[in-house]
């Protein structure tokens, strides 16, 4: 059974950091190129971070020089290390293929807010 399970968020003041992880199961996680994304109130889920099994990784204009991805093929998990948050960062964060392809995990908040 496919699952992906995100873990780390929290709350954290404005210029602070957080590290999120995904860890997924029940695929052969090596061969997808695995992103993050994220959904703030009233807007729709964006695409924020991918990366290759190669490690070419590509991210959105808004965290470009702020968040890096990586990912630990031997332990099937995908992270998000996330530096200089700003509120308008504030979402819940999810794992997926960079197509969409698998079932949604339940995701992880991360609220910036003094």
């Known amino acids: 059974q496919v699952q992906l399970v995100e873990s780390g968020g929290g709350l954290v003041q404005p210029g602070g950091s957080l590290r999120l992880s995904c860890a997924a199961s029940g695929i052969i996680f090596r061969l997808y190129i695995m992103g993050w994304y994220r959904q703030a109130p009233g807007k729709q889920r964006e695409l924020v971070a991918t990366?290759?099994?190669?490690?070419?990784?590509n991210y959105a204009d808004s965290v470009k020089g702020r968040f890096t991805i990586s990912r630990d093929n031997a332990k099937n998990t995908v992270y998000l290390q996330m530096n200089s948050l700003k509120p308008e960062d504030t979402a819940v964060y999810y794992c997926?293929?960079?197509?969409?392809?698998?079932?949604w995990g339940q995701g992880t908040q991360v609220t910036v807010s003094s």
């Open positions: 997926n293929t960079n197509v969409q392809e698998l079932v």
């Open positions: 990366i290759t099994s190669g490690r070419n990784t």
